[in-house]
């Protein structure tokens, strides 16, 4: 039916466009279907452009299209706060207390996140705000904004007495999608344009920072350096020896 309505008033468009006078007929005619147009708007479902096309039509109504992992409640790294623990046994020292925050779809280079993500790693949850302050770079806000986030969840939602009591002991990003665009260049060719997309992730623990986060890089006692240095002595290899 609507390709109907549509087909007689391009004719009739034609027909007055061809020739030199367009009757009152044309007129009346054209305005008929133009009612008719709007009464099929007006009753159908899908939403109709007010002008006059002859495409598909178009269904707006995305309420039923999901877009995984986005509409999900709970996301995979939110689910390790709802991990149940079994009771302690006597004399066992008390689990600290934790929560895990993140934040999705941030429109930032992964590798520039990734520098941010490493520069807190193992702070007290106030020095890693602090220095979060004064970074130059752009993913620092949406790293600062998380940190806040993680900490008033783990204050209202996971009992945790005091909010300057917690340190970051995970902060790493994921890359996103990456959407690709086109850019124009001379003499008609393009260029490929990609604008990723990353996710950070922090998980926020009660307690005292650790002395030295990277077990690496702890500065080692005498009795280990001399057992290093006895393991150096016993794997030298003699070369060409039997």
């Not at 009152?24 to 009753?43: A, E, P, R, V, Y």
């Not at 520098?115 to 302050?133: C, H, P, T, W, Y």
């Amino acid at each position: 039916m609507l390709n109907y309505i549509a087909r007689v008033a391009s004719s009739t468009l034609l027909n007055c466009s061809r020739s030199s006078a367009c009757t009152w007929s044309h007129l009346n005619n054209f305005s008929g279907i133009s009612k008719q147009l709007q009464d099929l708007q007006s009753l159908s479902s899908p939403v109709l452009l007010t002008r006059l096309h002859v495409s598909a039509q178009l269904n707006v109504n995305n309420d039923g299209l999901k877009y995984p992992p986005y509409d999900e409640e709970v996301s995979a790294f939110h689910r390790h706060n709802l991990k149940k623990y079994p009771p302690q046994q006597p004399g066992e020292p008390p689990r600290p207390a934790f929560v895990c925050h993140e934040k999705r779809n941030i429109k930032y280079y992964p590798k520039k996140m990734e520098v941010v993500a490493r520069f807190i790693r193992g702070m007290s949850i106030e020095d890693a705000i602090n220095q979060l302050k004064f970074c130059p770079m752009k993913g620092a806000v949406d790293v600062l904004e998380t940190l806040l986030e993680a900490q008033k969840m783990a204050v209202e939602e996971h009992n945790v007495e005091f909010a300057s009591n917690l340190w970051v002991s995970e902060s790493f990003c994921l890359k996103d999608s990456v959407i690709k665009t086109i850019r124009r260049h001379s003499k008609m060719r393009i260029g490929v344009v990609k604008h990723r997309y990353v996710h950070y992730c922090c998980t926020l623990e009660e307690g005292k920072p650790p002395e030295h986060y990277y077990h690496y890089r702890r500065p080692l006692q005498p009795q280990e350096q001399l057992e290093e240095w006895l393991q150096e002595k016993r794997d030298r290899v003699i070369p060409y020896g039997l």
